[in-house]
């Protein structure tokens, strides 16, 4: 997290000269706890500011007023599911896939196994 504060304070320096992003969308609530602290260091109004995790802190840093939303997911399905993925891939059967259709990385789709979560805001 000390990274990401460093990375934000340079970027309002350097690339927000007085001004502020509109949307800071970060990949955990940690990061998001980051870059109020260098927000606010520098004196300007928070942007909407979007975490992961549904983390003490983030739940917090809502509360707060602080963040604008957290994305929580079950770790668990999800560590679940990747060791499954690894297995089959292993063991060279079919990994259990319930998308084929809808994930693209620009070059083609890739079939996947897309976890449930849910929006806190």
Request: aromatic share 4%; charged share 35%.
């Given at each position: 997290?000390?990274?990401?504060?460093?990375?934000?304070?340079?970027?309002?320096?350097?690339?927000?000269?007085g001004?502020?992003?509109d949307i800071v969308c970060t990949a955990s609530?940690?990061?998001?706890?980051?870059?109020?602290?260098?927000?606010?260091?520098?004196?300007r109004e928070l942007p909407l500011l979007t975490g992961i995790g549904a983390?003490?802190?983030g739940?917090?840093?809502?509360?707060?007023?602080?963040q604008s939303f957290t994305v929580e997911m079950d770790l668990y399905l999800?560590?679940?599911?990747?060791?499954?993925?690894?297995d089959a891939v292993l063991w060279d059967k079919d990994p259990e896939l319930n998308?084929?259709?809808n994930t693209p990385n620009n070059a083609a789709i890739i079939p996947s196994y897309?976890?449930?979560f849910t929006v806190k805001p």
């Open positions: 997290a000390a990274a990401v504060e460093k990375a934000m304070r340079s970027y309002l320096q350097d690339d927000y000269k001004t502020r992003p609530d940690d990061f998001v706890t980051a870059c109020i602290t260098a927000i606010e260091a520098r004196k983390t003490e802190a739940l917090a840093n809502l509360d707060a007023g602080k999800l560590d679940e599911k990747a060791v499954a993925l690894v998308d084929t259709e897309l976890c449930e």
